[in-house]
């Protein structure tokens, strides 16, 4: 089992032994090399002792084997050596992390690796082109895995997921001196300071950065191994606000090395600002500190190296003096800084001479101690006393000791760190205050700069504290590794097991519980006698079972720790009194009492905070045994306590933040640039923790593929059955178990295949080996079809010859056969026609005897058959007449029996009849019998005229209705207009037609039932009476019912009413509040205007009395067009005749920065308050009209509910009529009528009655529907709002209710009643669910209304606050322009009112022009010609002669003459606002289409035609400044509409060209027709507004570049480089994906160079719709394929993976796709040719061989526009696809040799394109061959106040 650095066991072998076979590649111990690579040179078999290994320098090795555990660690396949990524690697040990980062530092020379969430960096000691902006621009935005790694991108990933998430972050940088920590703190401060400012460094980012400067001066120095150490530990919070801008920061400092003030080591250095001071000793700000060179100091002369190579102190002491100044330090603490730092070095200077009786003195002649008494402002004569002297303080009395020479020195030198160290402390308070977020900080960054690990041959208290420190970030860091390590697992749900990872918990322990390290060294430390031997020995006591603590064997002073790193060896000797860090309290009261304000302030007595004392009491102090001071040791704490507290909580700053872990290496000890040395680089891999995150990833499944990849990748080894490209996933889990059979060596995640450490390898193999079975199948396959080729020929010649011999052979056969066949046809004819002779003779003789014998046979069986019926047919007959015979006898018997029976019967009855009619009561009842049947007849007559009377009153109904029919017939016409509400009631009437039906079905079943009914007639009515009673019942709740759901609702309804009147006028009370509000504070702005603008105009009025007499004529003003919406001309933009006068003075008073007024602001807030009142009507009508709403809601309710009481009225007549017709069968049953045919007239007389009431029903439910509806809108009208519509229609329906229900009561039958109001109540419940719903929602959208007013408010309260921050000076400045531009707005919106007017009137006068020309062409035509001469036109046309004559008079003349064209528009000078604003404020480019192109630029040249032909320069000044402002506004507005910037650039151009080609000058007007040069201006010179033209032009094609690199630059990178349109297989992007902080928002969108080609494509067409200049199209174009170059090269320079042969075939085939676009859409020249070069050359390079002499210069040949930097960088990136070499390293420093003599070093040695580059941009004059005279207007224009003349 092999074992680590730290003594843990590792196992190596991690896949299955039988990978270990012969020429698998292993990694072998060397003990100069750390590790050696070699081959197996046989298989290994289980139970071999010994291993024999080939290695790579040709030796050879046999390694001896106790176990498996014992074999070599296997190397990684070639395609992942130079991983971005550690963790990629498949087999996770220490030699693959070493060989990967020594194959990327030396071969690739790429200093940064990340290892997981860690970058490794390694110090290059070399100055490399990795930090410029260019690359910041490039880092940023962009995740962290898609980049190669470098600080930048670990410094984004920081400030994305702070800024995405508001996460506070930390980048923890650590490393030994000289690794380039510092350096790596300092860009990702850099980084930060750039991506944080909003478009430049404000002053804040510029103190944060100034700070380092001041820091390393008093902080770092120069030692053995760097020349620019920070020996101190510092945690800066950079802190940002809501907008992710930097506002602040704070600075902790840790472990200052105050030693280094006293003792430095042989080479090194003290703190530079010591150096720094005495460089600069010979200016005079510096001759009181009385310095000279360092070698005059003991304290800068010990190391004996004054100077470091390359470094100018005396400019680094006015970087760190400028420095200071720029983070606000006052000019007096600058200077009483330098001087306590001069009195330090003095300090060192004082001799101590021994005394008598062990004492000690200080010679009087000491020139020092006076010198450095002066700077601190102390007493000499106290000083020399008390270094020699201290006091010991007793019960009774204050006595003085002396002090021997060593304690002396010691005191002196205890208190020069003490004088330093409180100087370095304030310095740091003071940076902290600067600094300082003066604003609430949303999150911050933190940059821990920390030392690393430490281990020297001595070691002492102060490694001891670094090493508990790397001890516990160790600690943090290895729990943060784990947790990511466990979030991934949870994440994609695989099964996992805990991990085991190295705990260091028991270390610290050790150090800090109680009674560990620290406590007994505090004990001793409280001990008046305390010394190191003691504390050594309590160490010994009570830790020596301590599984980290040990004892060395040959010493009794020092103690050994089991660090995570390393076991490390302490001296305790000086710990005791380094941890006490004692100063003689005389020192500091003499340094208190100080003259000098600033040095008594450093040493008074302050609150110890926690801050406070984590940055000040941190030092180490080496001094000697002097006795410890009693009266401070119960009340200081030790420095080990402090800096325990000051690490408990930077570890709990750290914890609640998302950590970032940056480890820097040191790759040699010579400072050497790109030499890299194994041993030293592995110690610090061991200490910084790199190697344990490669244990924990290796422990669990370093391998992540995503199943894509995978399938991608090992393609090969699935087999056909297995493949299913719809369903990835599934198929790789088939293969994958196929080929892994352990199913633990890999697990499926959700996104993720996760693999252990070396199967990744292994399936390499699996790979390797399949394709090389395909490689030889292939050679077999082509090496068979080469023998089989020539056996072919072969056998062709040999089948020639067989065909010859075998045709012959079968000729001759074939004449034989033929020969042999005709014959034996011949004898085959013959027999047969012989045997059918034969045959047919026998047949027609069978047939013959056939027939004769059936007829024989046939006639005999016919003759017996009818025998047999005729015998039948006797027998019948003779059977049934005696049959008949006997029955007849039989019914004459039965005959004679009955009719004696009923004869004898007859005469007994007749007996009995004859006895009865003689008796006297029969003949009373027969009289009886008769009166009763009298009485029923007559009242059977009684009801039959009841109901014939009824029904003629029935019939009186029906035709009172019908006549109201007849009346309403006439109100149809009215009713066509609510066609739409009947077809409504038609579905519901549908519905009541379908429930009616049912009832007609219940009421057949009632008629079928009439039976059981007459016999139970009884029963029934008992049953009936007890119905009546309940549904009587049932009538009263009903009605109570009833008239609480209607009070409910009423409720509800006025509840509704009253609480949206309440939010309403609520709402409108506020928003009348907050306009008031805003009307007070404009109108205190506007009292603050006048009085300004009243100052304004008297000095305007002085000065211009004064410098500028009055003037004859108006020059032209020349401006500047830059940026900026109202620069220049802008501030002559005016509405009035008078305002252009003042134009010059304007300027020439304010200048132009204060004439040009940005008025955005201002303006905005103007329109919003118009706005806000705008949305107030609205809201006010939106009100209203809900209101409005709510009563025609309520009215249809209303209506439904009179058509629902019109239903309920018709089911009551019709079961009334049930009931009628019930009644008289009741009354028929209980009559006991002896006829028969009572029930049957009954009967049909309920049928007729049932189909009449069927019909006339449905007539009247329409009719009352319709009668009901029609009564509500006549009363509606006719009340007209005088009364409350809710009053009346509530009584009526109260009313109508009331009586329905007691009708239904009085008749008892209440079921079909009951259903209809049931219906109608779910009806109402609806119609107020909706309603409450609809108010719900028009409730919370007026909410939200109101606090989108809120909104608005606050953003413009926070707008006028921004301007109270200010100045008063700039705040009435700027209020003064806001005012101004308020007054231009209004002035511009009563210019829009008055020319709404003006269109009006022109529109009434120009109908009564049409009328006038009416009546005018009716008297022509009725005139006489003598009578023309009357009318006004025929005066002002006809000639002064006399007109009889009506040809000369002709209207075709007059109109000719009259519509003559001269190319101008004649306007009023008050209209040319009107013009700006329709030709190109209110202009839609979209409607240009159909326009000429230019359209706009030929209106503005012909109104200036016009102003030049009056003659009028003031108009021709107002219209130019108009129009330029004009343009500006709109393309600022529209800044990010591609359409509107471009069809502006082009109507600005036009405009300038067409300036140029009608100005008359020769050099324009030589191309012009002599038409156009009679449009020429005559009497202007606009040479400068065609300047002007011009560069707004240029500002506006700079505003088009960069809308086109916002639309590209995203589309770049994918297009060109991601998408494989080329259909080649490439490696995947990652083996192991790092997680960004911002998930990716992929929409399913697949950009490629189709995607990009399109868009180019759109933008070409927008310019050649609007009439782009081809010229400038062209530049266009090319500025956006220079803008494709330069990102697609600075990505791939960036990213290793995008550097392969595959690529580059890719970008070759991107390029063609782009040159072709360009032929095809005719813009393609040679200057596009020459753009797109530099990524031809990149593509060429990475497909050409690199390998000879030949190569080299081919390589130096082809690239002529790539920078040498850039063809190095892109040969060191360069990974060899599969099957191709390697490229030398000799290779590329041929390549560098042969390209370092190009001429421009300056401009070789860049490496990335600058992307904001622009091409200068040219307007080659482009004269137009379109007439002014021959341009027509459009009527979308509205120009109504130009004319054309």
């Known amino acids: 089992m092999a074992l680590d650095w730290a003594g843990r066991s590792v196992n190596y072998t991690l896949v299955d032994t039988f990978v270990y076979c012969k020429g698998a590649r292993v990694w072998v111990r060397d003990p100069e090399l750390v590790w050696k690579g070699g081959e197996l040179k046989k298989d290994y078999t289980i139970g071999d002792k010994l291993v024999d290994i080939e290695l790579d320098d040709g030796g ?35 030699p693959a992390v070493l060989f990967n980062l020594q194959e990327r530092f030396i071969r690739s020379n790429a200093i940064y690796t990340y290892c997981g969430i860690v970058l490794v960096a390694i110090n290059p000691y070399q100055q490399l082109p990795l930090y410029g902006e260019d690359v910041i621009y490039a880092y940023r935005g962009q995740d962290m895995g898609s980049m190669d790694p470098h600080i930048f991108a670990v410094a ?124 600069s000793c010979n200016l005079p700000e510096l001759a009181a500190l009385k310095l000279g060179h360092p070698d005059e100091f003991f304290y800068t002369s010990q190391g004996e190296s004054p100077t470091v190579n390359g470094v100018d102190d005396s400019v680094t002491y006015e970087e760190t003096k400028d420095a200071m100044a720029l983070l606000g330090f006052q000019q007096d603490h600058i200077k009483q800084i330098f001087r306590v730092v001069g009195a330090v070095l003095h300090f060192g200077n004082v001799e101590i001479a021994p005394g008598e009786h062990e004492s000690s003195k200080i010679e009087k002649n000491n020139e020092n101690l006076p010198v450095l008494c002066d700077l601190l402002g102390i007493e000499e004569v106290q000083m020399m006393k008390w270094l020699c002297n201290r006091k010991i303080i007793t019960v009774k009395e204050i006595l003085t000791k002396p002090l021997t020479r060593t304690q002396a020195i010691i005191s002196r030198d205890a208190l020069a760190k003490k004088i330093y160290s409180e100087l370095f402390t304030w310095i740091v308070g003071q940076i902290n205050k600067i600094i300082q977020p003066l604003a609430k900080s949303k999150s911050f ?76 060294l505090d004990e001793e430390c409280m001990m008046p006698k305390g010394s190191d031997d ?84 941190k030092a180490v102090v080496k001094s000697g045994h002097g006795p410890a001071i009693k009266s401070q040791k119960t009340f200081k704490s030790s420095v080990g306590s402090q800096f325990r507290e000051s690490l408990k909580y930077l570890m709990e700053k750290l914890n609640a933040t998302t950590p970032h872990y940056v480890r820097c290496i040191k790759p040699n000890d010579t400072k050497a640039a790109f030499e890299f040395e194994s041993k030293r680089a592995v110690e610090q891999l061991r200490a910084c923790g790199v190697l344990e995150t490669i244990r924990i990833s290796a422990a669990g499944y370093p391998s992540r ?155 005999r069986h016919f003759t017996k058959v009818l025998r047999e019926a005729r015998a039948t047919t006797i027998q019948k007959t003779a059977r049934g007449w005696l049959a008949k015979k006997k029955y007849q006898k039989t019914r004459k018997a039965i005959i004679l029996i009955q009719c004696c029976t009923r004869r004898m019967y007859a005469k007994k009855e007749l007996k009995k009849l004859k006895i009865e009619a003689r008796s006297v009561e029969h003949l009373k009842k027969l009289q009886k019998g008769m009166e009763n049947k009298v009485i029923s007849l007559q009242q059977k007559v009684n009801e039959l005229t009841k109901e014939k009377k009824e029904r003629e009153d029935q019939d009186v109904t029906i035709e009172k209705l019908r006549s109201q029919v007849k009346s309403m017939e006439s109100t149809q016409a009215e009713t066509i207009s609510l066609s739409k509400r009947i077809q409504e009631l038609e579905l519901e009437n549908a519905r009541l037609r379908q429930e009616l039906e049912q009832t007609s079905l219940e009421k057949n079943a009632l008629n079928d039932e009439m039976g059981r009914v007459l016999q139970e007639h009884k029963e029934v009515a008992k049953q009936f009476l007890k119905e009546k009673e309940k549904h009587e019942a049932e009538s009263d709740k009903l009605r109570q019912d009833l008239l609480e759901k209607e009070n409910a609702f009423k409720e509800f309804e006025e509840k509704a009413e009253e609480r949206l009147k309440q939010e309403v006028e609520a709402t409108r009370e506020e928003l009348l509040k907050e306009l008031a509000e805003e009307k007070a504070r404009h109108q205190k702005l506007l009292q603050d205007y006048n009085r300004l603008e009243q100052r304004c105009e008297n000095l305007k009025e002085d000065l211009e009395a004064a410098q500028h007499p009055a003037q004859q004529y108006v020059h032209h003003v020349r401006t500047d067009s830059s940026e900026g919406g109202e620069s220049g001309y802008g501030t002559l933009s005016t509405n009035q005749v008078e305002d252009v006068e003042s134009v010059e003075n304007d300027i020439q008073e304010q200048g132009q920065e204060k004439a040009s007024m940005d008025m955005t602001v201002f303006l905005k807030l103007q329109q919003r308050v118009r706005d806000l009142e705008k949305e107030r009507k609205q809201f006010e009508t939106k009100m209203e009209k809900k209101e409005s709403d709510t009563l025609t809601h309520r009215n249809t309710m209303e209506g439904d509910l009179g058509t629902a009481t019109a239903q309920l009225q018709a089911y009551k007549e019709e079961n009334t009529k049930l009931k009628e017709d019930l009644t008289t069968l009741h009354k028929a049953v209980v009559s006991d009528s002896a ?85 109608t109540n779910q009806i109402l419940e609806k119609e107020v669910q909706a309603l409450k719903k609809n108010h719900e929602v028009e409730t919370k959208e007026l909410k939200e209304t109101i606090e989108q007013l809120k909104m608005d408010n606050d953003r413009q309260q926070e707008i006028i606050g921004q301007s109270l921050k200010m100045t008063p000076e700039a705040r009435i400045n700027q209020t ?87 190319g101008m528009l004649e306007y009023r000078q008050e209209d040319d606002t009107k013009i700006i604003k329709s030709v190109i404020i209110d202009f839609q480019p979209k409607n240009a289409v159909s326009f000429l192109p230019g359209l706009p630029a030929y209106v503005i040249f012909m109104c200036i ?188 320079l960036l990213r290793k993976d995008m550097c392969h042969w595959s690529k580059g075939v890719q970008i070759r085939y991107n390029m063609s796709e782009l040159e072709e676009w360009l032929r095809s859409s005719k813009v393609y020249d040679s200057s596009m040719e020459d753009t797109l070069e530099p990524l031809v050359q990149i593509a060429q390079l990475l497909q050409v061989k690199k390998r000879t002499d030949d190569d080299v210069k081919l390589i130096c040949d082809t690239c002529t526009k790539l920078t040498s930097t850039q063809v190095v960088k892109i040969l060191n990136l360069y990974t060899p696809d599969e099957y191709e070499k390697k490229t030398e390293v000799m290779f590329i420093r041929k390549v560098q040799a042969k390209l370092s003599g190009r001429m421009d070093p300056k401009k070789e040695a860049q490496l990335l394109i600058d992307t904001k580059y622009t091409f200068p941009v040219t307007f080659p004059y482009n004269p137009s061959s379109v007439l002014l005279n021959e341009i027509t207007i459009p009527d979308s224009f509205k120009l109504e106040c130009v004319k054309r003349v």
């Open 156 to 279: 984004e990933e920081a400030f994305r997921k702070m800024s995405r998430f508001d996460q506070n972050q930390s980048i923890i940088v650590s490393g030994e001196s000289g690794a380039g920590k510092t350096v790596s703190a300092k860009y990702a401060m850099r980084y930060f300071a750039m991506v944080g400012g909003s478009t430049a460094e404000t002053q804040i980012e510029k103190k944060v950065l100034a700070s380092n400067p001041v820091m390393e001066a008093i902080g770092n120095a120069k030692t053995t191994r760097n020349d620019n150490s920070s020996r101190f530990g510092k945690y800066i919070e950079i802190s940002f606000n809501t907008q992710h801008h930097i506002i602040g920061a704070n600075m902790r400092t840790y472990l200052l090395e105050k030693s280094r003030v006293v003792f430095q080591a042989e080479e090194e250095r003290n703190y530079h600002i010591f150096y720094q001071l005495c460089a």
């Open 1235 to 1319: 006829e028969d045919d009572i029930p049957n007239v009954l009967t049909k007389q309920v049928s007729v009655l049932s189909e009449e009431n069927h019909k006339h029903r449905q007539e009247i439910v329409s009719l009352k529907t319709e009668l009901a509806n029609e009564r509500r809108r006549f009363e509606n009208q006719m009340n007209g709002g005088a009364d409350s519509p809710d009053s009346g229609i509530n009584k009526d329906k109260e009313q109508l209710i009331h009586e329905e229900i007691e009708s239904l009561a009085e008749d008892g039958n209440l079921d079909v009643a009951y259903k209809s109001v049931k219906m």
């Open 445 to 520: 960054i933190g940059v821990l700069d920390i030392y690393g690990f430490e281990m020297f041959e001595i070691n002492s208290f102060e490694q001891f504290c670094i090493n508990y420190a790397n001890e516990k970030l160790q600690q943090q860091f290895t729990q943060h590794v784990f947790k990511l390590e466990q979030e991934e697992y949870v994440k994609e749900q695989i099964e996992w097991s805990f991990i085991d990872f190295y705990d260091n918990q028991p270390c610290i322990d050790l150090i800090e519980n109680k009674l560990g390290i620290l406590d007994l």
């Open 60 to 94: 050879e090795k046999s390694l001896p084997l106790k176990s498996k555990d014992d074999l070599p660690p296997l190397r990684n396949p070639d395609i992942l050596i130079g991983e971005n990524d550690l963790t990629s690697l498949s087999y996770l040990h220490e």
């Open 705 to 859: 593929w995503t199943y894509g990849e995978f399938f991608t990748r090992y393609r090969a080894l699935m087999v056909p059955k297995e493949v299913n490209r719809k369903d990835v996933r599934g198929t790789s889990e088939k293969t994958l178990k196929r080929l892994i059979s352990d199913p633990d060596k890999y697990q499926f995640g959700k996104t993720k295949i996760f693999f252990r450490a070396g199967q990744v390898a292994y399936l390499e193999k699996l790979r390797a080996d399949k394709l090389r079975a395909a490689c030889v199948l292939m050679q077999k396959t082509v090496r068979g079809w080469v023998q089989k080729k020539k056996y072919n020929r072969l056998r062709s010649s040999t089948i020639i010859v067989q065909k010859i011999i075998r045709g012959f052979l079968a000729r001759r056969l074939t004449l034989h056969i033929r020969r042999t066949n005709a014959g034996t046809r011949i004898q085959k004819s013959w027999r047969g026609y012989n045997q059918r002779q034969k045959y047919l003779h026998v047949r027609r003789a069978i047939v013959t005897i056939q027939a004769f014998t059936r007829g024989t046979y046939g006639r």
């Open 1376 to 1462: 003064v322009q806001h005012e101004i531009s308020r007054l231009t707005n209004e002035n511009l919106d009563l210019l829009e009112q008055n020319e709404y007017l003006e269109k009006q009137v022109k529109k009434l006068k120009k109908q009564l022009k049409v009328a006038y020309r009416r009546v005018t062409s009716t008297l022509e035509s009725s005139a006489t010609p003598t009578s023309l001469s009357d009318t006004p036109a025929a005066s002002h046309l006809s000639a002064p002669a006399n007109i009889g004559d009506t040809t000369h008079i002709a209207p075709a003349n007059v109109k000719m003459k009259e519509r003559e064209i001269l």
């Open 534 to 617: 003691n504390w050594c020995q309590k160490l010994y006591k009570s830790h020596s079972n301590a599984k980290h603590f040990s004892k060395p064997r040959m010493s009794q002073s020092a103690f050994i720790i089991h660090h995570f790193a390393d076991k490390v060896e302490y001296q305790s000797d000086g710990c005791v009194e380094k941890n006490r860090d004692n100063v003689n309290e005389e020192h500091l009261n003499i340094l208190r009492g100080s003259q000098f304000e600033f040095v008594a302030d450093l040493f008074r007595e302050k609150k110890m905070s926690h801050e406070s004392s984590a940055s000040s009491r």
């Open 1505 to 1692: 035609r016009h102003a030049d032909d009056i003659n009028d320069d003031r108009k021709v000044k107002a219209l130019l400044t108009g129009v330029i402002n004009g343009i500006k506004k709109t393309v600022k507005k529209h800044f990010e509409d591609f359409e509107y910037v471009s069809f502006w650039l082009t109507n600005t151009i036009r405009l300038m060209h067409t300036l140029k080609q009608y100005s008359g000058e020769e050099n324009f007007s030589s191309q012009n027709t002599i038409r156009q040069n009679d449009h020429c201006l005559r009497n202007f010179d606009l040479s400068e507004y065609r300047q002007v033209m011009n560069d707004l032009g240029v500002h506006i094609y700079q505003m088009l570049v960069h809308i086109i690199e916002n639309k590209l630059q995203p589309m770049i990178v994918p297009a060109m480089l991601e998408s494989d349109s080329a259909g080649l297989s490439t490696k995947p992007s990652g083996l192991r994906g790092r997680s960004a902080s911002m998930s990716s928002d992929y929409d399913g969108v697949k950009i490629s160079i189709e995607s990009l080609i399109k868009q180019l494509t759109t933008f070409l067409t927008v310019m050649n719709i609007h009439g782009t200049d081809p010229e400038v199209v062209r530049q266009v174009i090319k500025q956006s394929f220079y803008l494709v170059t330069a990102s697609t090269i600075n990505n791939i």
